[in-house]
Structure formats: structure tokens, C-alpha cells
């Protein structure tokens, strides 16, 4: 998962609105931009879009 299908799931047009959906900081979503999203953060994410969207596996195992 990355930033781009949290946009499209959360139908907002760039990261500050992203953020402010989601409830987290601009900061913390231009750093996961750069370096990807944490595993336990993109599980979360599974969890709360109901499978919508995916947590990279890989990443979980890692």
C-alpha cells in the first residue's frame, strides 16, 4: 500500500487533505511518501477500509 491508494480510497486530491481525513500529520504522510508506510500502519489501514485496500505482505513479514 502507498500513498497514492490512500488518496484515491479517501478520495481527497493531495497529502494535506489526506491527512486531515485520516487524522494524522502532514509530516507523517510526506515521510511515508519518501520511505513507504509502516507495516503495522499499512495493517491498520487493511483493517479500517475493510480490505479495500491492502497491507504489502512482504513488509509485514519483514
Not at 481527497?12 to 507523517?28: C, M, P, S, W
Not at 487493511?46 to 512482504?58: F, M, P, V
Request: proline share 3%; net charge positive.
Amino acid at each position: 500500500m502507498n500513498v497514492a491508494e490512500l488518496r484515491e480510497h479517501y478520495c481527497v486530491k493531495n497529502n494535506a487533505l489526506l491527512a486531515q481525513k485520516i487524522n494524522y500529520g502532514r509530516t507523517t504522510v510526506w515521510e511515508w511518501e519518501k520511505k513507504g508506510i509502516p507495516p503495522r500502519t499499512q495493517a491498520l489501514f487493511e483493517i479500517l477500509t475493510e480490505g479495500k485496500l491492502k497491507a504489502d505482505r512482504q513488509a509485514l513479514i519483514n
